[in-house]
Every structure is written in structure tokens, then in C-alpha cells.
Nanobody, 120 residues
Framework: QVQLVESGGGLVQAGGSLRLSCAAS????????MGWFRQAPGKARVFVAA????????DITDSVKGRFAISRDNAKNTVYLQMNSLKPEDTAVYYC?????????????WGQGTQVTVSS
């Protein structure tokens, strides 16, 4: 069982930055991949970025490459999503999630979400 708590959302003007945090409660995260997803109003939830806890390898969706970065802090069991040059279309509820690193494993654990609103 892994519990996830997101924080860091808010209202920001276009061009601004926010850093989201996701604190995970687990004895060890070495077997997990942690991801960020977002869901805009009236749209499906989509993948944003992910990081393997063990080796730090990352994956970021093309629409945010160069603007967003994912990282982790081993000591704090926390994953971050640094979001720069924000655009109104980045407005969404952002969720973090965890899955095993095995290929095809589903994201089993989800946080409650944090709202990000980017004004134009």
C-alpha cells in the first residue's frame, strides 16, 4: 500500500512557474515508477511525466518537453514536477501515481490531485 499526497498547485499567470510535490508513504520505493498525470475540464486524464525511483530515468510527454521537469528526493520519498513557462492550456488537476516498474504494470495508487490554473 502506497499513499500519495500532492501539493504545490495554485493560480499563476502565463509564463510563470510552479513546482508540484508528491510525498509517498512507503517503506521503499525502489521497485516503483512514479508518474504525473493531468486532467483538464471535460477531457480525459493524460500522462505528463514519470521517473523510475531506482535509477532516476525519466519520460516526459512531448507537449511539455523543455518546460517541465520531473525529479525525486530519495531522502524525502518525494517526487517533484517543476513547471516553467506555463500556458493557459496547462490548466488542469494534476495527479501523481505509482506503479511497479514491470513493463505493462498499471498505476495502482493515486493521489487526490492538485489544481493548477494558468491565467492568460
Amino acid at each position: 500500500q502506497v499513499q500519495l499526497v500532492e501539493s504545490g498547485g495554485g493560480l499563476v499567470q502565463a509564463g510563470g512557474s510552479l513546482r508540484l510535490s508528491c510525498a509517498a508513504s512507503a517503506r521503499t520505493l525502489s521497485r516503483y515508477r512514479m508518474g504525473w498525470f493531468r486532467q483538464a475540464p471535460g477531457k480525459a486524464r493524460v500522462f505528463v511525466a514519470a521517473i523510475n525511483w531506482s535509477d532516476g530515468s525519466t519520460d516526459i510527454t512531448d507537449s511539455v518537453k523543455g518546460r517541465f521537469a520531473i525529479s525525486r528526493d530519495n531522502a524525502k520519498n518525494t517526487v517533484y514536477l517543476q513547471m516553467n513557462s506555463l500556458k493557459p492550456e496547462d490548466t488542469a488537476v494534476y495527479y501523481c501515481a505509482v506503479r511497479l516498474t514491470n513493463a505493462g504494470a498499471p498505476y495502482d495508487y493515486w493521489g487526490q490531485g492538485t489544481q493548477v490554473t494558468v491565467s492568460s
